[in-house]
């Protein structure tokens, strides 16, 4: 019922920026925390910043100061703008979003969606 579509990723120099966008579609009735995570070869998947329906944003110690999170709640979008990246951000970066959907007054529900993925290289 829900799809998070992600763009933006690509190929950085050191210092570049890049921003990243996310997109719920389909029967997208309420979104409460939106979140970008990422997760390098061989490591866990983390967060990296989160978002609240408040615009409350709080962000990983590893990305404060280079890293905003933003939303649109219009067009039921999240962004991440990403400024003086560095080598350790190469990654591939996730959306999450905490989403109630809606098909008709009495279909309903509520789950954690994930986008495809997308991938960020900072290298020279």
């Known amino acids: 019922q829900v799809q998070l579509v992600e763009s933006g990723g690509g190929l950085v120099q050191p210092g570049g920026s890049l921003t990243l966008s996310c997109t719920a579609t389909?029967?997208?009735?309420?979104?409460?925390?939106m979140a970008w995570y990422r997760q390098a070869p061989g490591t866990q998947r983390e967060l990296v910043a989160r978002i609240t329906d408040s615009d409350v944003p709080n962000y990983a110690d590893s990305v404060k100061g280079r890293f905003t999170i933003s939303r649109d709640n219009a067009d039921n979008t999240t962004y991440l703008q990403m400024d003086s990246l560095k080598p350790e951000d190469t990654a591939v970066y996730y959306c999450n979003a905490d989403v109630t959907w809606s098909l008709s007054w009495n279909s309903y529900g509520r789950d954690y969606y994930w986008g495809q993925g997308t991938q960020v290289t900072v290298s020279s």
């Open positions: 389909g029967s997208v009735a309420i979104i409460r925390d």
